[in-house]
Protein backbone atom coordinates (compact mmCIF):
# COMPACT_ATOMS: atom_id res chain seq x y z
CA UNK A 1 0.00 0.00 0.00
CA UNK A 2 1.77 3.52 -1.10
CA UNK A 3 0.14 6.68 1.21
CA UNK A 4 0.99 10.66 -0.11
CA UNK A 5 0.72 12.57 2.86
CA UNK A 6 0.19 16.20 3.02
CA UNK A 7 0.91 18.44 6.02
CA UNK A 8 3.07 15.73 7.23
CA UNK A 9 5.49 18.02 9.22
CA UNK A 10 2.56 19.72 11.01
CA UNK A 11 1.56 18.53 14.81
CA UNK A 12 -1.15 15.88 13.27
CA UNK A 13 1.11 15.31 10.08
CA UNK A 14 3.89 14.49 12.51
CA UNK A 15 1.91 11.63 14.44
CA UNK A 16 0.60 10.21 11.28
CA UNK A 17 3.86 9.52 9.55
CA UNK A 18 5.70 8.41 12.99
CA UNK A 19 2.52 5.72 13.35
CA UNK A 20 2.45 4.74 9.97
CA UNK A 21 5.88 4.16 9.57
CA UNK A 22 6.01 2.55 13.21
CA UNK A 23 3.86 -0.32 11.83
CA UNK A 24 5.30 -3.72 11.48
CA UNK A 25 4.00 -3.66 7.94
CA UNK A 26 4.46 -0.33 7.23
CA UNK A 27 3.36 1.37 3.66
CA UNK A 28 5.89 3.23 1.12
CA UNK A 29 5.26 6.94 2.39
CA UNK A 30 5.45 9.79 0.25
CA UNK A 31 5.18 13.24 2.40
CA UNK A 32 4.88 16.22 0.58
CA UNK A 33 7.54 19.26 2.05
CA UNK A 34 7.56 22.56 1.28
CA UNK A 35 10.58 23.46 2.81
CA UNK A 36 14.58 22.12 3.81
CA UNK A 37 13.35 22.76 7.55
CA UNK A 38 10.43 20.50 6.64
CA UNK A 39 12.84 17.98 5.03
CA UNK A 40 14.89 18.21 8.61
CA UNK A 41 12.24 17.99 10.57
CA UNK A 42 11.15 14.36 9.16
CA UNK A 43 14.43 13.31 8.38
CA UNK A 44 14.01 10.64 10.77
CA UNK A 45 11.13 8.35 9.36
CA UNK A 46 11.70 6.42 6.45
CA UNK A 47 9.71 8.40 3.77
CA UNK A 48 10.39 9.61 0.71
CA UNK A 49 10.31 13.40 0.14
CA UNK A 50 8.47 15.24 -2.31
CA UNK A 51 9.48 18.77 -3.01
CA UNK A 52 6.70 21.40 -3.39
CA UNK A 53 3.38 22.80 -2.03
CA UNK A 54 0.03 22.91 -3.12
CA UNK A 55 0.99 26.29 -4.92
CA UNK A 56 2.73 24.47 -7.51
CA UNK A 57 1.13 20.92 -7.76
CA UNK A 58 1.59 20.43 -11.55
CA UNK A 59 5.16 20.53 -11.03
CA UNK A 60 5.13 17.57 -8.82
CA UNK A 61 1.90 15.76 -8.98
CA UNK A 62 3.34 12.92 -11.60
CA UNK A 63 4.30 11.59 -7.75
CA UNK A 64 0.63 10.49 -7.26
CA UNK A 65 1.00 7.93 -9.87
CA UNK A 66 0.87 4.36 -8.13
CA UNK A 67 -0.18 6.12 -4.92
CA UNK A 68 -3.53 4.42 -3.25
CA UNK A 69 -4.19 6.51 -0.51
CA UNK A 70 -4.09 10.54 -0.31
CA UNK A 71 -4.57 11.73 3.18
CA UNK A 72 -4.52 15.80 3.10
CA UNK A 73 -3.59 17.51 6.21
CA UNK A 74 -1.90 20.14 5.31
CA UNK A 75 -3.98 23.71 6.15
CA UNK A 76 -2.56 27.04 7.39
CA UNK A 77 -2.57 26.94 11.12
CA UNK A 78 -3.94 30.44 12.08
CA UNK A 79 -7.52 31.47 12.33
CA UNK A 80 -7.44 35.19 11.27
CA UNK A 81 -6.81 36.78 7.50
CA UNK A 82 -8.35 37.69 4.18
CA UNK A 83 -11.02 35.26 2.61
CA UNK A 84 -8.91 35.39 -0.21
CA UNK A 85 -5.66 33.26 2.00
CA UNK A 86 -8.00 30.98 3.71
CA UNK A 87 -9.95 30.54 -0.15
CA UNK A 88 -6.51 29.85 -1.68
CA UNK A 89 -5.20 27.70 0.27
CA UNK A 90 -7.68 25.49 1.61
CA UNK A 91 -10.76 25.64 -0.51
CA UNK A 92 -8.61 25.94 -3.92
CA UNK A 93 -5.71 23.73 -2.92
CA UNK A 94 -8.22 20.65 -1.75
CA UNK A 95 -9.78 20.79 -4.95
CA UNK A 96 -6.96 21.02 -7.10
CA UNK A 97 -4.94 18.11 -4.84
CA UNK A 98 -8.49 15.98 -5.23
CA UNK A 99 -8.96 16.53 -9.18
CA UNK A 100 -4.95 15.33 -9.48
CA UNK A 101 -5.52 12.74 -7.31
CA UNK A 102 -8.60 11.23 -9.67
CA UNK A 103 -6.60 11.92 -12.65
CA UNK A 104 -3.63 9.80 -11.57
CA UNK A 105 -5.84 6.99 -10.32
CA UNK A 106 -5.83 7.23 -6.46
CA UNK A 107 -8.29 4.62 -5.18
CA UNK A 108 -9.12 6.49 -1.67
CA UNK A 109 -8.88 10.76 -0.56
CA UNK A 110 -9.10 11.01 2.76
CA UNK A 111 -9.65 14.88 4.14
CA UNK A 112 -8.91 16.00 7.41
CA UNK A 113 -11.39 18.78 7.83
CA UNK A 114 -12.30 20.88 11.08
CA UNK A 115 -15.20 21.02 13.33
CA UNK A 116 -15.20 24.67 12.56
CA UNK A 117 -17.66 23.69 8.82
CA UNK A 118 -20.61 24.35 11.60
CA UNK A 119 -19.64 26.39 13.79
CA UNK A 120 -21.98 29.52 13.37
CA UNK A 121 -24.36 31.03 16.37
CA UNK A 122 -26.21 28.17 17.63
CA UNK A 123 -25.15 25.34 20.11
CA UNK A 124 -24.21 22.52 18.30
CA UNK A 125 -25.45 19.35 20.80
CA UNK A 126 -25.89 15.35 19.72
CA UNK A 127 -25.15 16.41 16.19
CA UNK A 128 -24.63 14.03 13.49
CA UNK A 129 -22.60 14.09 10.78
CA UNK A 130 -25.63 14.92 8.14
CA UNK A 131 -26.46 18.14 9.94
CA UNK A 132 -26.75 21.09 7.66
CA UNK A 133 -23.80 23.29 7.19
CA UNK A 134 -24.72 26.65 8.35
CA UNK A 135 -25.25 29.83 6.03
CA UNK A 136 -22.01 31.45 7.02
CA UNK A 137 -19.40 30.07 9.61
CA UNK A 138 -18.37 32.06 12.10
CA UNK A 139 -14.37 32.20 10.34
CA UNK A 140 -13.16 32.15 7.06
CA UNK A 141 -11.06 29.01 8.44
CA UNK A 142 -14.44 27.19 8.79
CA UNK A 143 -16.12 28.10 5.79
CA UNK A 144 -12.76 27.72 3.15
CA UNK A 145 -12.96 23.85 4.85
CA UNK A 146 -16.76 23.92 4.77
CA UNK A 147 -16.63 24.48 0.99
CA UNK A 148 -13.62 21.84 0.49
CA UNK A 149 -16.31 19.47 1.65
CA UNK A 150 -19.09 20.50 -0.48
CA UNK A 151 -16.25 20.14 -3.38
CA UNK A 152 -15.36 16.85 -1.90
CA UNK A 153 -19.05 15.79 -1.89
CA UNK A 154 -19.70 17.46 -5.43
CA UNK A 155 -17.01 15.00 -7.11
CA UNK A 156 -18.21 12.33 -9.33
CA UNK A 157 -15.50 9.87 -9.37
CA UNK A 158 -14.48 6.56 -8.58
CA UNK A 159 -12.04 7.44 -5.95
CA UNK A 160 -13.02 6.63 -2.50
CA UNK A 161 -13.36 10.11 -0.66
CA UNK A 162 -13.67 10.15 3.40
CA UNK A 163 -13.71 13.26 5.11
CA UNK A 164 -13.01 13.41 9.17
CA UNK A 165 -13.86 16.13 11.55
CA UNK A 166 -11.79 16.34 14.35
CA UNK A 167 -12.64 18.83 17.13
CA UNK A 168 -10.03 20.62 19.17
CA UNK A 169 -6.84 18.15 18.42
CA UNK A 170 -4.94 18.49 22.01
CA UNK A 171 -1.67 16.99 23.60
CA UNK A 172 0.50 18.08 26.78
CA UNK A 173 2.80 19.98 25.61
CA UNK A 174 1.01 21.10 21.95
CA UNK A 175 2.09 24.30 20.46
CA UNK A 176 -1.98 25.13 20.77
CA UNK A 177 -1.49 24.74 24.54
CA UNK A 178 1.83 26.61 24.91
CA UNK A 179 0.35 29.59 22.83
CA UNK A 180 -2.33 29.53 25.31
CA UNK A 181 -0.18 29.35 28.38
CA UNK A 182 1.80 32.44 27.07
CA UNK A 183 -1.56 34.40 27.10
CA UNK A 184 -2.07 33.96 30.50
CA UNK A 185 1.21 34.69 31.35
CA UNK A 186 0.57 38.00 29.52
CA UNK A 187 -3.11 38.06 31.18
CA UNK A 188 -4.90 38.13 28.24
CA UNK A 189 -7.02 35.03 28.71
CA UNK A 190 -10.49 34.75 30.41
CA UNK A 191 -12.82 31.91 30.89
CA UNK A 192 -16.02 32.91 29.32
CA UNK A 193 -19.29 31.65 31.29
CA UNK A 194 -16.91 30.45 33.99
CA UNK A 195 -15.52 27.92 31.40
CA UNK A 196 -18.69 25.78 32.15
CA UNK A 197 -19.39 25.27 28.33
CA UNK A 198 -19.91 21.52 27.55
CA UNK A 199 -17.18 21.26 24.74
CA UNK A 200 -15.48 18.06 22.62
CA UNK A 201 -11.68 17.70 21.98
CA UNK A 202 -9.82 14.83 20.45
CA UNK A 203 -6.17 13.66 21.36
CA UNK A 204 -3.45 13.61 18.55
CA UNK A 205 -3.53 10.12 18.69
CA UNK A 206 -7.15 8.96 18.75
CA UNK A 207 -7.20 11.13 15.34
CA UNK A 208 -4.30 9.35 14.05
CA UNK A 209 -6.34 6.67 14.79
CA UNK A 210 -9.20 7.43 13.34
CA UNK A 211 -6.92 8.42 9.78
CA UNK A 212 -5.56 4.87 9.99
CA UNK A 213 -9.11 3.04 10.47
CA UNK A 214 -10.31 4.84 7.16
CA UNK A 215 -7.14 4.00 5.31
CA UNK A 216 -9.52 0.99 4.40
CA UNK A 217 -12.86 1.60 6.55
CA UNK A 218 -15.30 4.04 5.34
CA UNK A 219 -18.30 4.86 2.62
CA UNK A 220 -17.84 6.94 -0.28
CA UNK A 221 -18.14 10.35 0.41
CA UNK A 222 -18.68 9.65 4.17
CA UNK A 223 -18.04 12.14 6.52
CA UNK A 224 -16.70 11.43 10.23
CA UNK A 225 -16.64 12.81 13.71
CA UNK A 226 -13.57 12.29 15.33
CA UNK A 227 -13.48 13.01 19.34
CA UNK A 228 -12.47 11.80 22.77
CA UNK A 229 -15.75 11.08 23.20
CA UNK A 230 -15.99 12.93 26.55
CA UNK A 231 -17.65 16.12 26.29
CA UNK A 232 -16.52 17.85 29.36
CA UNK A 233 -16.40 22.21 30.51
CA UNK A 234 -13.77 23.52 28.98
CA UNK A 235 -12.27 24.70 32.32
CA UNK A 236 -11.80 21.11 33.44
CA UNK A 237 -10.12 20.42 29.48
CA UNK A 238 -7.91 23.13 29.70
CA UNK A 239 -6.64 23.50 33.57
CA UNK A 240 -4.63 20.37 33.13
CA UNK A 241 -3.04 20.99 30.31
CA UNK A 242 -2.40 24.50 31.24
CA UNK A 243 -0.72 23.43 34.31
CA UNK A 244 1.79 21.53 32.87
CA UNK A 245 3.27 24.17 31.62
CA UNK A 246 3.64 26.09 34.84
CA UNK A 247 0.34 28.30 34.44
CA UNK A 248 -2.72 28.52 35.83
CA UNK A 249 -5.55 30.97 34.75
CA UNK A 250 -7.11 33.25 37.45
CA UNK A 251 -11.29 32.41 38.03
CA UNK A 252 -12.00 35.89 35.98
CA UNK A 253 -14.68 35.45 33.70
CA UNK A 254 -17.13 36.79 31.10
CA UNK A 255 -20.58 35.92 30.04
CA UNK A 256 -20.72 35.17 26.67
CA UNK A 257 -23.98 37.84 26.19
CA UNK A 258 -21.46 40.34 26.13
CA UNK A 259 -18.04 38.99 24.55
CA UNK A 260 -19.97 37.35 21.63
CA UNK A 261 -21.35 40.35 19.78
CA UNK A 262 -18.41 42.30 21.10
CA UNK A 263 -16.26 40.40 19.00
CA UNK A 264 -18.41 40.37 16.31
CA UNK A 265 -17.69 44.87 16.89
CA UNK A 266 -14.07 43.99 16.91
CA UNK A 267 -13.95 41.56 13.69
CA UNK A 268 -15.66 44.36 11.61
CA UNK A 269 -13.53 47.44 12.89
CA UNK A 270 -10.79 45.40 11.59
CA UNK A 271 -12.18 44.16 8.03
CA UNK A 272 -13.18 47.79 8.15
CA UNK A 273 -9.94 49.72 8.88
CA UNK A 274 -8.13 46.76 6.74
CA UNK A 275 -5.62 46.50 9.99
CA UNK A 276 -2.78 43.73 9.12
CA UNK A 277 -2.63 42.75 12.90
CA UNK A 278 -4.47 39.94 14.87
CA UNK A 279 -7.45 41.27 16.39
CA UNK A 280 -7.72 40.92 20.37
CA UNK A 281 -10.93 39.17 19.79
CA UNK A 282 -12.62 37.01 17.05
CA UNK A 283 -15.54 35.21 17.39
CA UNK A 284 -14.08 32.08 16.27
CA UNK A 285 -11.82 32.70 19.79
CA UNK A 286 -15.35 33.21 21.31
CA UNK A 287 -16.73 30.07 20.07
CA UNK A 288 -13.96 27.81 21.07
CA UNK A 289 -15.05 28.23 25.00
CA UNK A 290 -18.54 29.58 24.46
CA UNK A 291 -20.17 27.51 22.44
CA UNK A 292 -21.80 24.10 23.56
CA UNK A 293 -20.92 21.26 21.29
CA UNK A 294 -21.50 17.32 21.83
CA UNK A 295 -21.19 15.22 18.39
CA UNK A 296 -22.72 11.55 17.95
CA UNK A 297 -19.97 9.64 17.20
CA UNK A 298 -22.17 6.68 16.73
CA UNK A 299 -21.45 6.17 12.66
CA UNK A 300 -17.35 6.66 13.09
CA UNK A 301 -17.51 3.91 15.49
CA UNK A 302 -19.74 1.90 13.42
CA UNK A 303 -18.78 2.36 9.61
CA UNK A 304 -14.84 3.28 10.84
CA UNK A 305 -14.24 0.63 13.95
CA UNK A 306 -12.84 3.75 16.40
CA UNK A 307 -12.56 3.26 19.75
CA UNK A 308 -11.46 6.37 21.13
CA UNK A 309 -8.50 6.35 23.88
CA UNK A 310 -7.70 7.87 26.98
CA UNK A 311 -4.11 9.12 26.30
Not at 223 to 230: E, F, K, L, P, Q
Amino acid sequence: MNIFVTGGSGFLGTRLLERLTGDVEAPQIKALVRSEKARQHLARLPLQFVDGSLDNLSDWEHHLDGVDIVVHAAAPVEFWGSWEYFHQNITRATEALLHAAARHGVRRFIYISSESVLQATSPLLDVQEDHPYPSEPNSYYGKAKMLAEQAILQLKTDMSCIILRPTYIYEAGAQSIQDLAQRVRDGKFVWVDGGRTIIESVHVKNVVQAITLACSHGEHQGIYWVTDGRPMPAKDLLTPLLELEGVRPLAKSVPSTLVNPLASMIEALWRFGKFRSHPPLTRFEVSFLAMPRKYDLTKTQRELGYQPQAW
